[in-house]
Structure formats: C-alpha cells, structure tokens
C-alpha cells in the first residue's frame, strides 16, 4: 500500500494536536549527505522536544501514512538519512539532548538520543569514566544515530560494535507505543531483546528516544605505535602475536595503505611521515590498560622486529605525539573525500581470509578497470576494511560511470565468497539494499521483511531504507 | 486459537514424512525437572539428525497445530522445557553434535545444537583458544539449550553474557524457514539482528540448529584468591578498587554468604575451610591476563588489607588450590538443594543498589516468615545474586507453603522497586510467566507479543512460556 505525502495541511494537524511541537522548514543543511552523493527531499522537519512528542507525531503519522525519516547527526554514508522524494517529513531529536544520568558507580550512563557521541565521550570522562566507542563524526553523530546504525569505529576490537555498549534504550514505535526499557543491568532474561532489534534496524523499526549506555574505567596508560608491515597477512600474523602476549590490551590495530597518505600529500596535507620512508602499508596499534602497558608494547614490538614481522615502529612519547598518529589514520577520509572516488566499500571478513581478500578484490577490480587507484585501510583488527576505488590521476570519477556498478559488484562478490559481509560498520540505508537482497540468505531477508510488517506494518519508518519499502506518493 | 494435541497417527505422519526422523518414547528422564518441582509430560521426543529435518517437523506440526518443545540438556532452573499438559512434543538436537569447524585463526568454532557447553571448552582448549563461559551444569547443558536460555554464569563480568559470545546462528522457524546466518565476522551491519531476537527468546521465536562462537586468547595466568568481607557493600568496593588498579582483568568475582557453606556442613560434605574462621560474608575473585597477573593481584590484596577492605584473604598457590577454592563455590547451589528451598530467586540490581537490595529484601522476607534462613550468594560482579529462602532448621519447605508466594512477590518487589531484573540468568520459562507481566513495561510486552504473532502465528513452539500462550487441547 501506498504512502501518503505529507502536506502542509497535514503539519498544521500535527502542529494543532502537539501545540509544543517545533516544525521547520527542510533547509539545505538537513538534505545534504557527507559526500555529497543525494540530494533529499523532505517538506519539512519534527523537532520534538519528549517522548510523549515523538510518539504522538509517529501515532498521527502511522494514522495518515506520511513516511517519516528519522535523523541524527546527518552523518551516516549509505543514504540512509536522505531519500530523494518528496512528501516525507524528517524527525530529528537534537532538542532531546539531556545527559540524564551519570552513574560511575554502575559504570553507566543514560542519555536522550539528541547528544553528539562527542559529549557523551565527555561527560564520562569528567566522570573518571571511559566511553569507548569513537568514530570520525563523533562531534556530529548523534547518539540516536549512532544505535540506529550500530556504528562502528577504532575501538571495536576491544569493546565491540556499538551495540556491545548498549544496556537499555527507549524508543518508539510506528503507531506510537513507547517502549520503556532503560535498565543498566549487564544481565537481564526477561523475555525478548528488543534492544538489539532497534539497534542497527537504522530508524525502520522504531525511533530510539534515549538510552543507557555501558561505561569502563579509564585505563591509567595508553601506548600507541606506528609500524611498517609487509603487507595484510603480516599485519594480522602481529595481531595474533600481541594478543597471545599482551593478553586482551590491544584497543585499536588500524591498517593503512600509502595511497591514502599519498592522496593527503596530492590535496597540501602537511602531514609528516612518522617512519624513515613510507612503506606500503602501515600498522596504527593501540594498547590500554594498568601501568605497564607502555613498556608491554615496547618489548613485544621489540621481539616483532627480531621475528621480521615489522620493519620499522615509531612509539609515541607523549600525547602530542599519539595524536599526531592518530591523526593520519583520522585525517585518510578527507584525503578520500578529497579525491573522489569511483566506488567506496566497507566489508568485513574473516581474519584468515582477509589477505586473500585484498589481493583477490585487487585483481577483480582491476580486470575492471585497469588505471584505478586503490585505497585499501580500516579496522583490520575487526576484520573490517574500507575498501575505496579512485580515478587514476588526470581522470575523473565520471569517466569510470560505466564501470562503476561492475567494479562493486566485484568487491562485493569477492567479499560474499570469502564469507564476509558487504556492509561492516556503516549500514544498508538506500544504497545497499539491493545488495541485502543479493547476498542475504534467504530465510534472513524473509524473517527480516515479517519483523518489519509486524513492528511497522504500514511501512512509515524510513521508507526503502534497508527493505525496499511501500512506494512513495 | 487451540492447539491441537499430538497424536500417535500425527508421529506416524511424520515419520512417512521424514524416514529417517528417530521419535522415541518421552521415557521418564526426559520429563524431569532438576529440581523436582515440575512433572512434564509428552507424547514422544523427535530426535532430527540434521536441520533439514527440523524444518520438515516444525512445518509439519505447524500445519497440524501440535505444539513442540525445544528440548537442550533439560538443566533450565524456570521450567521452560517442562509442560504439565498432554499432547506435545519434545524436540531434542542431541544427534546433532558434530563440532563443524574450530578455527583460532578467526577465533571462532562452529558447533551444532547438540554439543555440549563442556565439549565445546574442550573443543576450543584443544585448539589453544578459551571459550569462557561457564556454568555449573556445562556437562550436560547443550549449546542450543544455552543460547535459547542466553546463560549467565561466572565469567559474564569479563566476557559478558552467552549472547555476546556468539557471532552467528542457524536456526528453523515455526513455519520451516532456515535462517543460515552463520557468520564469524566481528562486524556486519546488514539488517536486523535476528541473531539476538532468537537468543534468549528460550525456544519461543525458533529453533537454533547450530552457531558460531567467539574463541578468546587462553590467557597466560589465573589468579585466584578467597576473600573476607565485611559484607555486600565492601564487596563491591573492593570490586571497584580492584578494576580501577588492574584494568578490565577480573575474570569472576563471586559473593558467598556463610549459610551456604553452614549447608554444606549440614550435609556432611567434607569442605575444607580456606579462611582461619568462616566470616559471614566472602568474596571467590579470579583475574586472569598477561605474565604478571598474580603478582598484581597478591599486591592489590595487599592494599586492600590496609584499607581494610578484606580481613583475611587466602591466595591459591597452585591449580589444586585454585580448584579447591572453586569447589566451595560450585558446590553450594548441590547444599541449597539438598536443604530444600521455600524459595529461589534470580535477580539482578545496579551495583550501586545491591547492597541496599540485600538489607531491605531481608527485611521484606522476615516480615513474611521471621524464622527462614537465607542464603544470598552469586555473581555479585554482574549484579546478579541468587537469593534463596529455606525453611528454619527443623522446620520443611511445606511449613511455608502459606507465605511462598508472598515471599517471592516480596523480593521481587524490592528487586523491581530498586531497577532490577527478576530474572538475571535463568530466563522466563513457565516460572515467571507471571512476573514477566506484571513487572514488564507495558510497550515493552506488547511489542514482545507482536514480534511472537510475527514469527510463530499458531503459537506452536514451547507453548506458555515466556509469554502466556495458545491453550492446550
């Protein structure tokens, strides 16, 4: 069944039924997309400011069938915030902002949906407390964001994928049923786990209006290193290394390829060099943990160069230098962004498989199209590459437009055979949802499409994000 | 909508229908309880060699109505794999054992329903890996058992819940659907996570026929030390002192009350003492990590014994000790069965509630029968006690026959009053059907009833547990 555009007499029934409610004009700022790939539409944007706000405008709207995309921080890369039809109308939470909650005692806290991830990661360090997920956009994203898509980040290896830091949330459903579930409780067994279902379902299930999230205590010593490594497979072969020394310490294991620092040198980044000479690839590790930490890494970094595992390691001496690190590794997306891609990619796969990966994908694309120029970096650690496809120099995005489909479905299908999946860390949204079709299981696709009609049978939430929806208009 | 009994012409049908099902009588063993306090009955159990096979039945009975109970090791402590009513059947995955793949490469094993928690412990040990969960009835729970049930157990404060340790799952539907989502990535974003909906949903949304677990690094030392404290608050104060030293390294912290070893005594059970007196109250820690993890521990106790946090302290020397010390442990819930309890309780609390939890849940159970003795003991790390309520000496369990119910509504009470759980790690079952309704937000049922229409229409798997189901007959 079909969807109804929202109309201007339809916000003025909204406004009339929520008299509180704040209802803006759709600016260019809401419809952009980070890279500038869709251009959205809305009629105009929901701002409520409680849950009681946002339950009665999802009620009305599940009544009248106007389509609703709910919106973070705008950050999310698969278009899963913008759709390219008219007649929707747009819920973000900014107003809801509150920290409502800090309870270092109960390593937790409990926030509105509207606060940036950035101040939640502040909040609880003026709490002698760590939050530890951290991703690029982390002063942009918002925490409602951030669970919708089960964000990802530099710190997955050690404390997990976004919904691995989730005790409770609460959210709404498309006919307006509130869900009240913001227990912080590490063990609960009282029935189905709805937590998980919301999170990652990227807005098409329910909105989350507020949760309680996990906190740790703040580890006394960080060491952070740079390294040159042969390639993948020695990367992961030091992984396995560290960890069998170090124990569980390592908090971060970023491979970098050098077509990303060379990108950053090709756009004016004064980005120096922390090693002699710039090797291929690059290993970023972090480690945390009680004092010793430092002087673990030192030593197993030691054995690794005696092993022939790494060529050369720089070990940060003071933050300054850590962030100087970092601040490649952070720096590599805009390097990207800057250049243009034909194509980017964001897969996992298994750790044992992921060298064949990179040397498989390479080939694949390059029967493709012969000239481009690969970026190849990410959360190795996690078994999670971002895998990105430019222009060779002197050419241009568009002159690949032919290309551009066969050189995905190549990445994609390398990925699926080697048992991986084609969307890691940044979601399905609009842009993947022919891939979902592709490559699920069928079974999944088909449990998937029935929790959906079961939670939002009249398909209101995000229409054709992640499910191809009911059409619009 | 009824269910419709199973018949002996309706096992006939399913054996024309699948050759080579084995359906053997629903013998005695099968319809135990561990604890005695339920009879079940059954028409038959289906023992399917392969998950095909359970497609075939569950389709079949879908279509006939028959209602089926998923069947693990048969250890749930809530009753959810015990029906009191005729005309169902038992369905077992105990012929599906085979473990499909352990690759410690990617940290991951592939096991079958029908595998044992311990043959998996084994399984990954053999392969230089630990997979940390670990319950007291490991040598008989089965893999699919544990999930369905998302177990606890004593390493949940380093490792987390079963539902954390696991990657990916294989599972059959009420209608015959099979879901094949057996990943061993870290990360994948592609949908909903149908993964956490089915566990812990204690075999009422599907079926599990196999999954992929987390393997972790074996860690290099254990340490392990048995601790005198002043009481539950003093407990968790060391708790806290010990991770902000030692980082995220304690593995179990385990709370004992002295009831549960006077129990044992009572039983003749010959257990040894560690501590020069038995204090009231007693802390089991365990850390484990790199090379030097004892070291650290034995000079944190040190300071805790100066702060006056711990007064006596007995630190194991060697794996026999270790051992020994564990054995108190494990073996108080063998002296709680023995002794005969009014009553049992599974709950959980924010840490920074237990030990209000503890004073005014006794006050609350006194109140109803001043005579009981209590005995509170478990993962105190977790915030998850089991505080069990026994007859006073000399006195039976019938005695209180008047005052069951209300001493468990008592300590649920507090427990719910205070943001807890009443059920931490045993799951719903039949048992607390009731409290699930009654302490459940109301949203948060009613979406758990539309996600069961959803998967399970005729309401035909383990019918009346979790939530209130189709009658019988």
């Given amino acids: 069944m079909n969807l109804t555009p929202a109309t201007p007499a339809f916000l003025d029934h909204l406004k009339d039924a929520i008299p509180a409610l704040r209802c803006d004009p759709a600016s260019a700022g809401w419809l952009e997309e980070p890279r500038g790939k869709w251009q959205g539409q809305a009629l105009a944007v929901l701002r409520p400011s409680c849950v009681e706000e946002v339950a ?7 009544e009248a069938r106007v389509g609703i995309i709910p919106y973070g921080g705008g950050t999310g890369l698969v278009g899963g915030q913008v759709i390219e039809a008219p007649g929707v109308l747009l819920l973000s939470l900014d107003r809801m902002h509150a920290i409502r909650d800090t309870a270092p005692e109960d390593n937790m806290i409990e926030v509105e949906a509207g606060v940036t991830l950035q101040s939640v990661q502040e909040a ?6 760590l939050f ?18 089960n964000a990802g980040g530099t710190g997955v290896l050690r404390y997990g994928n976004t919904r691995d830091l989730v005790l409770g949330v609460e959210a709404v459903l498309a006919d307006g049923t509130i869900i009240r579930d913001l227990k912080r409780l590490r063990k609960d067994n009282t029935g189905y786990d709805l937590r998980h279902l919301l999170i990652g379902s990227e807005g098409t299930l329910g909105v989350i209006t507020a949760a309680s999230l996990r906190l740790f205590p703040r580890p006394a010593e960080r060491a952070t290193a740079f390294l040159a490594v042969e390639g993948p497979a020695d990367a992961l072969a030091l992984l396995h290394a560290l960890q069998s020394q170090l ?3 390592v908090t971060a294991f970023e491979l970098m390829h050098r077509q990303g620092m ?3 040198d090709e756009h004016g980044f004064q980005m120096p060099d922390p090693l002699e000479t710039r090797p291929d690839w690059m290993v970023l590790v972090e480690t945390s943990g009680a004092s010793g930490t430092v002087a673990a890494l030192e030593q197993a970094l030691g054995s690794a160069f005696e092993e022939e595992r790494i060529s050369d390691a720089v070990l940060a001496q003071s933050d300054a230098q850590r962030d100087a690190l970092w601040a490649i590794r952070e720096t590599i997306p805009e390097g990207n962004r800057l250049t243009g891609s034909i194509m980017s990619h964001d897969i996992s796969a298994p750790l044992s498989r992921l060298a064949t990966f990179v040397e498989r994908a390479g080939k694949a694309v390059r029967a493709v199209a012969p000239d481009v120029r690969i970026n190849c970096f990410g959360h190795v ?13 002197g050419r241009a995005r568009q002159d690949y437009a032919a290309q551009t489909e066969d050189i995905q479905r190549a990445v994609h299908d390398v990925t699926h055979d080697l048992g991986g999946s084609v969307s890691a860390e940044h979601g399905v949204g609009r842009l993947k949802v022919s891939d979902l079709e592709r490559y699920s299981d069928a079974g999944r696709l088909r449990t998937q499409r029935a929790v959906k009609a079961a939670l939002d049978p009249r398909g209101i939430l995000n229409p054709g994000a992640v499910l191809s929806g009911a059409p619009l208009g």
């Fill in 56 to 62: 009665s405008i999802l009620r009305l709207c599940n």
């Fill in 124 to 129: 609880a360090a003026a709490a002698g407390r």
């Fill in 132 to 149: 530890p997920l951290s991703i690029a956009s982390e002063g942009t994203a918002r925490i409602g964001g951030v669970l919708a898509t």
């Fill in 247 to 249: 124990g569980d310490v």
């Fill in 262 to 264: 060379d990108f950053l």
């Fill in 381 to 393: 650690g996690d078994g999670n590459l971002h895998y990105n496809v430019f222009p060779a120099q």
